[in-house]
Antibody
Framework: QVQLVESGGGLVRPGGSLRLSCAAS????????MSWIRQAPGRGLEWLSY????????YYADSVKGRLTISRDNTKNLMYLQIDSLRDEDTAIYYC????????????WGQGTVVTVSS | YVLTQPPSVSVAPGQTARITCGGNNIGRKSVHWYQQKPGQAPMVVVYDDRDRPSGIPESFSGSNSGNTATLTISRVEAGDEADYYCQVWDGDSDHMVFGGGTKLTVL
């Protein structure tokens, strides 16, 4: 079945780095733009970044630009999010999501991976 | 681009819930709506203003005009209690934007 599975979350010290992964299955990964979205505890959804079909185009939210790097490997059906200079406010559930081909809705979401930034 | 949602909406079972999403000329954009229940990932319930994905009940509908998009849930059931988010693509900034979310409480 169509599925996205995130991994790579954990407890990190402020100032540290983390690389999250999103494994896709059940669909043609290279046919879809992909995104990362996060949700801080008790807060709403925050779009972070998205990546084009081949990875040549990437976009970032202003709040995280410069600290995040999104990438993908279509040969492995994987997407990544590198987060540098982690701050307390980066503590959140990080979701990867598939963008619908014909519009900008997200029709498939992973279950999320938890990132906790704390000293 | 900013999307504004009411923090909460309450409705009795069987009644109609309307959740608004305000944005400058949002009627010119395509609006998507997500439902998120506690401990779960969001799920799209309406896309492109008014279309429903397969498996979403007909009780969910959407509209969009002027500066306000609306998600309407008819014949509300206890199982509809959740957080709802609107989302658009802002072509001017190449950013996806989510509204702040609305908690729907079924009384």
């Amino acid at each position: 079945q169509v599925q996205l599975v995130e991994s790579g979350g954990g407890l990190v010290r402020p100032g540290g780095s983390l690389r999250l992964s999103c494994a896709a299955s059940g669909f043609t990964f290279s046919d879809h733009f992909m995104s990362w979205i996060r949700q801080a505890p008790g807060r709403g959804l925050e779009w972070l970044s998205y990546i084009s079909l081949t990875g040549t185009q990437t976009y970032y939210a202003d709040s995280v630009k410069g600290r995040l790097t999104i990438s993908r490997d279509n040969t492995k059906n994987l997407m990544y999010l590198q987060i540098d200079s982690l701050r307390d406010e980066d503590t959140a559930i990080y979701y990867c999501a598939r963008r619908v081909i014909k519009n900008h809705a997200f029709d498939v979401w992973g279950q999320g991976t938890v990132v906790t930034v704390s000293s | 681009y900013v999307l504004t949602q009411p923090p909460s909406v309450s409705v009795a079972p069987g009644q109609t819930a309307r959740i608004t999403c305000g944005g400058n000329n949002i009627g010119r954009k395509s609006v998507h709506w997500y439902q998120q229940k506690p401990g779960q990932a969001p799920m799209v319930v309406v896309y492109d203003d008014r279309d429903r994905p397969s498996g979403i009940p007909e009780s969910f509908s959407g509209s969009n005009s002027g500066n306000t998009a609306t998600l309407t849930i008819s014949r509300v059931e206890a199982g509809d209690e959740a957080d709802y988010y609107c989302q658009v693509w802002d072509g001017d900034s190449d950013h996806m934007v989510f509204g702040g979310g609305t908690k729907l409480t079924v009384l």
